[in-house]
């Protein structure tokens, strides 16, 4: 991460504003576990909070209550980006940044939901604005495709469906790695260049971000988040295995061991499999 700053300027609550934005928020389960969540709700009333409107309650709010601290990253449409961490405090189901919420026209004129709850958190830290570094991220990716076939399990039974692996193949989709930092926090950092060598295992080459992604040390337990500009998402939770070369290209591996859909209006745990269980109450 760039240099940080301790409260975020009116220019940065000025970008926040558009909900035509990218927000990702990193949080920790309660195994500890990092988990990722696509909530493009973030904004930012002050210069020292972080607000988050809940339309749909997935596993992340949840979390967040349980353990507060999480870490942020924001998109904006010309690619300019911030990231830092937070602590949750509390919540409110009514006051004037629900009502602000409510008054954006994505929530004010949607016949299925609004915004229901408004989650505050103080802000720790945040980056200054920095581009996506376009041309490292477009080599990694083609260093990725190159070497990846080396990275495969070379086993049939799948992990991940065919929907998801392609997910992770386009050359378009956004990923963002995240793992538990040494001080508490989840760490978050931008992977768009990572790919699934196979439906077991993902790979990517660290010319872009490469000093962030070799902190990440072989046996973390790692969650990756990939996204498109459609708004399709998967999550996966496994563990890295350092880098390696394959064919010549050094690439970070991740073990799939679970795959999470955090699409609405469905959510839910694709692997491991969860049985399905027989409606016996109306």
């Known amino acids: 991460m760039t240099a940080t700053r301790p409260c975020f300027t009116k220019d940065d609550q000025k970008a926040f504003e558009p909900a035509e934005k990218i927000g990702i928020v990193a949080c920790i389960n309660p195994d500890g576990h990092p988990h990722v969540s696509l909530i ?4 930012a009333p002050r210069p020292d909070q972080v607000t988050l409107g809940e ?6 709010k949840q979390y967040i209550q349980q353990n507060p601290r999480i870490a942020f990253l924001i998109m904006t449409m010309d690619r300019r980006m911030w990231r830092g961490r937070a602590r949750w405090t509390h ?17 004010r004129y ?6 229901n709850t408004v989650h505050y958190l103080d802000l ?3 980056s200054i604005p920095e581009p996506l570094p376009m041309a490292g991220i477009v080599a990694s990716a083609l260093l990725t495709r190159l070497g990846k076939g080396g990275a495969a399990t070379g086993r049939t039974d799948r992990i991940l469906k065919p929907f998801a692996e392609g997910l992770f193949n386009r050359m378009g989709s956004l990923k963002f790695i995240s793992y538990i930092g040494a001080n508490g926090f989840p760490e978050l950092v931008p ?5 699934a060598a196979d439906s077991r295992r993902l790979a990517f080459a660290p010319l872009a971000f490469g000093a962030e992604l070799r902190r990440i040390e072989a046996g973390t337990k790692v ?14 939770r496994g563990t890295f295995r350092g ?18 859909n955090s699409m609405p209006p469905a959510h839910g745990q694709i692997y491991p499999e969860v049985p399905l269980k027989p409606v016996t109450e109306f």
């Open 191 to 195: 992977v768009v260049q990572c790919q």
């Open 55 to 60: 339309f749909c309650r997935g596993l992340s």
């Open 243 to 260: 880098f390696r070369r394959r064919r010549l290209v050094p690439l970070g591996i991740v073990d799939i061991e679970w795959v999470y």
């Open 91 to 107: 919540l409110r189901r009514e006051g004037p940044e629900y009502q602000r919420y409510n008054d954006i026209p994505m929530f």
């Open 223 to 236: 969650a990756v988040f990939c996204l498109t500009m459609g708004m399709e998402d998967v999550l996966i």
């Open 110 to 115: 949607n016949t299925y939901f609004g915004i």
């Open 124 to 126: 720790v830290e945040t």
């Open 40 to 43: 493009t709700s973030i904004m």
